[in-house]
């Protein structure tokens, strides 16, 4: 299988951390096809505290 590792600068703006993700992503798949795409831990959201960091989530 092959594997892309996607490293990023992450912010607090998640907004704009999914932009740059999708980007990312897409020109990972368009490259190299790989089964499985693997984004850092805290992609969505990096740096702040816990507030910036409950925002970001998911739910």
Do not use: F, H
Not at 20 to 33: C, T
Request: proline letters at 3%; charged letters at 25%.
């Amino acid at each position: 299988m092959r594997v892309s590792v996607i490293q990023m600068n992450q912010g607090s703006e998640k907004q704009a951390n999914l932009d740059q993700a999708r980007r990312l992503v897409e020109a990972a798949v368009a490259a190299d096809r790989p089964g499985l795409v693997s984004l850092p831990e805290t992609w969505t959201n990096l740096g702040g505290g816990r507030e910036s960091r409950q925002a970001a989530a998911e739910v």
